[in-house]
């Protein structure tokens, strides 16, 4: 009687056909992975990219905004300060040179809400609008110094003396998101310190 050979049609034995089979499914595991950890990458380069846009347009928009500071184009002084907290910062500038701080972008706050987490901001006495988003408790803070670099204490509602005392201020916010990462606790963070002289001082 004829004896099978244990080989297929193809002249492959069954062994070598298993082995064939765990080497492809070897290889599309690891190629599964890699595409998984170069998309997992990407992802978390676009939110610390992202992270870094946020504070980058903070420190520009802040520092210019601020240097403004009781600038008044007429020669009318104006009271910078209306609000010196730690948390929030109002600031008032006669830009048109009209005698008052009643013109688009002539008075300006920012505040961290802690209850949503983010920065937000007003223009011209107008409701706050988000700003900066992921702005932790505590990532925002507001510090104020006289001419002679003593730090001065937080006002809620500075007088004309109190607010021509103000030289310089310094403004320090925190982005802080989750990291996609998964399994990785520690969040993408970056955070941003602008000092801002008076222009008019």
Sequence with gaps: PMRRSGRTMSGTTTPEMLVAVMVVALLGAITAAFVRAALLSA???????????????????????????????????????????????????????????????????????????QVVRATGGASPQPFVADVPAGGMEIRYFAADGAELPPISSPDATQAAAIRRVEVRVQVERPNPSAGVGAALRNAVRVTVARRNR
Excluded: W
Excluded at 68 to 92: H, I, K, L, S, Y
């Design 43 to 117: 992802r978390t380069l676009a939110v610390k990219s992202a992270v870094q846009e946020d504070v980058v347009m903070v420190a520009d928009l802040v520092r210019r905004e601020l240097r403004m500071a009781g600038f008044g184009a007429g020669g009318t002084p104006v009271v910078g300060f209306r609000v010196a907290r730690r948390d929030a910062v109002t600031v008032a500038a006669d830009v048109t040179g009209d005698g008052d701080t009643d013109d688009a972008n002539e008075l300006i706050a920012y505040a961290h809400d802690a209850a949503r987490a």
